[in-house]
């Protein structure tokens, strides 16, 4: 493993952690990530701890191998990660705190409990996929999802309708909060947990320059952030890293301290210091009721978590008219489609052309895994459909202890669109988004989604297979 290993995206094969007691992993310093035949694969947190290497040898009877590792100081953390000290087990609360900590070990998004009629599973969402995490009987599913409404202030004894919460734990320190979603299903209650941000994750996506930008969007994003007013609209699907890209930019808005930002969110993802941030919820403070209010608090910024309905988008366009600088979500199919999306929910094209800035679409692509990737030449099916050479050399996704997929944590793909005066003049000619991507795309040579992935498969950041998932390649005809 030539690669120094990131404690933050790799997860430590089960394998080897077995092989280690924990007192000893905790006494010596060392976290096993991988077994390869009779290597211990490990990491460790004083890299000059020769003593404490031969006696894990000499307790295992094993080999050990000391890989390098990007952040030394991150050791001790993971390894109480991966070896917990909980003093209580076999109790469904003891399950949903080693769910919770497993879910954390392997940098999981969201949690699964889903029961059918003769067993049940837990599934964890890593890089943006689905893997089931373990199989458990139907009553200790039940059991597991009654101390999750509890631990979640909701109500145990109704489980005919759908209900939401939030659950805070405390790991190592560090809070972490999960938004809990229920819904009845014919074999009974399903449990979603999303885990909302952990310091890892929001220290890692901390800068703009962190997110996978290319030079040109990049500068495209940084300089219509330094505008006085407009809106910023960002489109995606769901998981597709819009908040993510959002948290980004008020970070780098709030750097020199002299403007007042304000976010509304449903709900606040991530605490930040120099940003008002607004909880909204449907029985205390809605969405639109918080809309109004904000204005009244002289804001510079504006972060709105969603454009929802249209009384949510003349707001966000009258704050923009009225001088503040706007940024929000709205989903839409690509960059251009939010024009249109805009205009169905009421929005006068005239108000559309002068309050627009800046539309983006996003997508996330996995990253191939540091230690088992390869490069292999492109076949003929994807020489035709990303035309590029036959002898082009890209990577294929392998699979190792560290990664059990060939992948490590995820991407962003961009397509940027600046409404400039062109772009104005169109959307008050009633263009439709096929006509503005023609300019925007052919006339402008902007890059699209597809020409963003294509490139950074290129520069060996993703795969194609991963371009071919999230982007139908259909629609570059």
């Known amino acids: 493993m030539a690669a120094a290993i990131d404690l933050d995206r790799v997860i430590a094969a089960r394998e080897a952690l077995d092989k280690v007691p924990a007192k000893l992993a905790h006494r010596l310093g060392v976290l096993p990530v991988a077994l390869d035949n009779d290597t211990l694969v490990v990491v460790q947190s004083d890299a000059d701890d020769a003593t404490g290497i031969m006696q894990l040898e000499g307790q295992l009877g094993l080999e050990i191998r000391v890989a390098p590792v990007r952040r030394p100081e991150g050791v001790e953390r993971a390894i109480r990660r991966y070896y917990p000290e909980s003093a209580e087990t076999g109790t469904p609360l003891a399950l949903l705190e080693e769910l919770i900590n497993r879910a954390l070990q392997i940098h999981c998004s969201d949690i699964h409990l889903d029961i059918e009629s003769e067993r049940a599973f837990v599934r964890m969402r890593v890089d943006g996929l689905l893997r089931i995490d373990r199989e458990l009987t139907p009553e200790a599913m039940a059991d597991l999802v009654s101390v ?32 809990v979603a229920t819904i009845p299903t014919l074999r009974g209650e399903k449990v979603t947990l999303r885990i909302l941000a952990t310091a890892a994750t929001a220290a890692e996506l901390s800068s703009i ?16 952030l330094r505008q006085a007013h407009g809106i910023i609209l960002l489109s995606g699907p769901t998981g597709s890293g819009k908040t993510t890209t959002l948290y980004a930019a008020l970070r780098h808005l709030r750097t020199p301290g002299t403007s007042h930002i304000i976010s509304i969110e449903d709900p606040v993802e991530i605490p930040l210091d120099g940003v008002n ?22 804001p510079d910024i504006i972060m709105i978590g ?3 309905d249209a009384e949510s988008a003349d707001i966000a366009v009258k704050s923009a008219l009225t001088g503040h600088l706007v940024l929000s979500t709205l989903h839409a199919n ?11 929910l009421g929005v006068a094209r005239e108000l559309v052309a002068s309050t627009l800035r800046l539309v983006i679409a996003q997508r996330l692509v996995r990253r191939p895994c540091a230690h088992c990737r390869r490069l292999v030449p ?4 994807s020489v035709d459909a990303f035309r590029i050479p036959p002898e082009t050399m890209v990577v294929e996704p392998v699979g190792c202890q560290l990664c059990g997929g060939g992948y490590s944590g995820r991407i962003g793909l961009y397509e940027m669109v600046p409404i400039r005066k062109r772009e104005r003049e169109l959307i008050m000619a009633g263009a439709g988004a096929d006509a503005m991507a023609e300019h925007a795309f052919g006339d402008m040579r902007l890059p699209t989604l597809f020409h963003d992935g294509k490139a950074k498969a290129l520069e060996h950041l993703t795969t194609l297979s991963e371009i071919r998932r999230v982007i139908y390649l259909g629609e570059e005809e």
């Open 209 to 224: 320059d962190n997110l996978g930008m290319c030079d040109l969007h990049r500068e495209m994003f940084l300089s219509t």
């Open 334 to 344: 690509d960059s251009l489609s939010v024009v249109t999306r805009l205009t169905n």
């Open 378 to 381: 492109c076949d003929g099916p």
């Open 148 to 179: 999750v409404k509890v631990s979640s202030k909701l109500d145990i004894s109704e489980k005919r309708i759908p209900q939401d919460g939030q659950l805070t734990i405390e790991s190592l320190g560090e809070e972490i909060s999960m938004r």
């Open 277 to 298: 941030q607004v909880h909204v919820d449907s029985e205390r403070v809605s969405f639109n009721k918080a809309l109004r209010s904000v204005m009244r608090h002289d």
């Open 306 to 308: 969603e454009i929802r």
